[in-house]
């Protein structure tokens, strides 16, 4: 698979892009990020739950945690160093199309490995290997917006990114809920994977780096503290990060239980608590693709990203507020709406200013490498803390339940730091100077 290179438009690598690419590119890219994030998020949502669960029921939440965990510090790990790889790449291909090949094809054959796993070892081992995979083809993916997207456009594109991302998660708790079976559920998730990747691949526009471009001799110790971004030398770009781990913790915190909690607090069985899972990410998704775009549109013409990057936190903590007091089904479904709303309008609008912090063209993918740290570190956080705080909180409080409703002092705690830490990111976007 290889670039239609005749198709790519005759500038440096490293130059500031002044012209739209076309839609069919936005097209492919935004297919390609389904397969993606379906990759993602149908074994996070929903199959590795059940995977644990069948595992060892009565310790799923601890395997659960260890595997979440333990794949979330190979993410912090792999996205920059494979986003540093790939602005290094020197192939005629391009910088960032060999990554997203062997991503995808890594991807798929990490989430067959998972279909057979039955031990924990071998869904520890799958799910790190998605995970490596995964993020070597999301750094890639990422690069590309810099790369490709003038800055005036980039919160459209990010808007319909979101939507992707959105879609993927969709269709991956969908593929997930729908095909009956673990080994099934890993299986057709690969597949579309691999499917929805090949229309990028076949023209992908990459711009390979020209001989004057190419990087200095490879060197361990410089390659190394380079993923060191001095926040005194680049202040927005380290607020930009604090922001982002704040907000992505507040959600990690708010989603990764979000099975146990349909089943332990709100009482469904695993079936109906598997689908309602399905119909709150539909919902949360119908609403996130009515406000990505439009709202990313807004961001363009006003000139100005700050104010919607604070409210739209401001929005999606109030979610995590409602799970904490209200735990109920209504509530649950009226918290996944204001979610939509507060995070459609984030991840746009967050991205174009992301973008425009960024240190250097040629370090484009591992500084947004560096920046998807401050979205997998929660990963890796969040389920420790999210155990750490049910199991002290409910062995004191438990779940007590009055006239047939049930709360959970846990989850409430739980619920209530996932807003607090929520606030407190949108509040640090203030202190970003360099962006409107």
């Known amino acids: 698979m290889a670039a239609v290179t005749a198709t790519a438009p005759a500038r440096s690598a490293l130059a500031e892009p002044t012209t739209n690419p076309p839609v069919r590119w936005v097209v492919f890219l935004t297919i390609a990020s389904i397969g993606l994030w379906a990759g993602f998020f149908g074994p996070i949502q929903v199959l590795l739950a059940q995977q644990a669960e069948a595992i060892d029921a009565e310790h799923k939440k601890e395997i659960l945690t260890f595997v979440?965990?333990?794949?979330?510090?190979?993410?912090?790990?792999?996205?920059?160093?494979?986003?540093?790889?790939?602005?290094?790449?020197?192939?005629?291909?391009?910088?960032?199309?060999?990554?997203?090949?062997?991503?995808?094809?890594?991807?798929?054959?990490?989430?067959?490995?998972?279909?057979?796993?039955?031990?924990?070892?071998?869904?520890?081992?799958?799910?790190?290997g998605v995970q490596a995979a995964l993020n070597a083809m999301l750094a890639a993916v990422t690069a590309t917006i810099p790369d490709q997207v003038p800055v005036g456009t980039r919160g459209r594109v990010g808007g319909v990114l979101a939507i992707a991302q959105t879609v993927g998660v969709v269709g991956g708790v969908g593929i997930a809920s729908a095909t009956g079976s673990i080994a099934a559920g890993y299986v057709v998730t690969a597949a579309v994977l691999v499917l929805l990747t090949l229309p990028y691949c076949f023209d992908a526009r990459?711009?390979?780096?020209?001989?004057?471009?190419?990087?200095?001799?490879?060197?361990?110790?410089?390659?190394?503290?380079?993923f060191w971004v001095s926040p005194r030398t680049y202040p927005d770009f380290a607020w930009a990060?604090?922001?982002?781990?704040?907000?992505?913790?507040?959600?990690?915190?708010?989603?990764?239980?979000?099975l146990y909690y349909m089943q332990d607090v709100l009482g469904f069985d695993q079936d109906d608590a598997a689908d309602r899972v399905f119909l709150l990410t539909g919902i949360y998704a119908a609403v996130l693709m009515a406000t990505a775009v439009a709202f990313g549109i807004w961001s363009d013409r006003s000139g100005r990203r700050k104010v919607f990057v604070i409210w739209s936190g401001l929005v999606g903590s109030v979610a995590s507020l409602l799970l904490a007091v209200g735990q109920s089904w209504p509530t649950t479904v009226l918290a996944a709406i204001l979610m939509g709303v507060g995070y459609g309008i984030y991840t746009s609008v967050d991205f174009a200013m992301i973008t425009q912090v960024l240190p250097r063209a040629d370090d484009r993918a591992k500084d947004l490498g560096v920046i998807n740290i401050a979205n997998a570190l929660p990963q890796v956080f969040a389920p420790f803390i999210a155990a750490l705080v049910l199991i002290v909180v409910e062995a004191t409080g438990g779940v007590t339940e009055t006239n047939g409703d049930r709360f959970s002092v846990g989850y409430c705690v739980l619920y209530l730091s996932a807003f607090l830490v929520a606030v407190l990111g949108s509040v640090f976007v203030t202190r970003i100077r360099s962006v409107r």
């Open 241 to 258: 990060w604090l922001t982002r781990f704040l907000v992505n913790l507040g959600n990690a915190l708010g989603l990764l239980y979000l």
């Open 68 to 128: 979440l965990g333990l794949g979330a510090f190979v993410s912090v790990v792999c996205n920059p160093v494979f986003g540093a790889f790939s602005d290094r790449t020197t192939l005629r291909a391009g910088r960032r199309l060999p990554w997203v090949v062997a991503g995808a094809l890594g991807g798929a054959l990490s989430l067959l490995l998972l279909s057979v796993a039955d031990s924990v070892v071998v869904m520890a081992l799958g799910w790190c």
């Open 206 to 226: 990459d711009l390979a780096l020209a001989p004057g471009e190419h990087p200095p001799p490879f060197d361990w110790g410089a390659f190394a503290t380079g």
